[in-house]
């Protein structure tokens, strides 16, 4: 009974950890896709200045085009 129960407590808590990385990587798309929209209407603009992005929750330079 200890083994089932032990296997089902694995298999659980995997499904956990896989779902909350799920949920993580889709919120960070989410993020990327702003970013990537930023980057492309400075550029559209000719607007040569850095855009910075927040990727995890850090702040990341993204440098222009040149």
């Known amino acids: 009974m ?3 129960i032990k296997n089902v407590a694995t298999k ?3 499904v956990v950890i ?12 989410a993020s990327l896709e702003d970013c990537a929209g930023k980057v492309k209407a400075r550029a ?7 855009v ?5 929750g850090s702040d990341i330079n993204v440098p222009s085009a040149p």
Do not use: E, N, P
């Open 2 to 4: 200890a083994w089932v």
């Open 12 to 14: 659980l808590i995997s």
């Open 18 to 29: 896989v779902g909350g990385l799920a949920f993580g990587v889709w919120t960070q798309r």
């Open 44 to 50: 559209a603009l000719g607007d040569t200045t850095d």
């Open 52 to 56: 910075t992005c927040k990727f995890l």
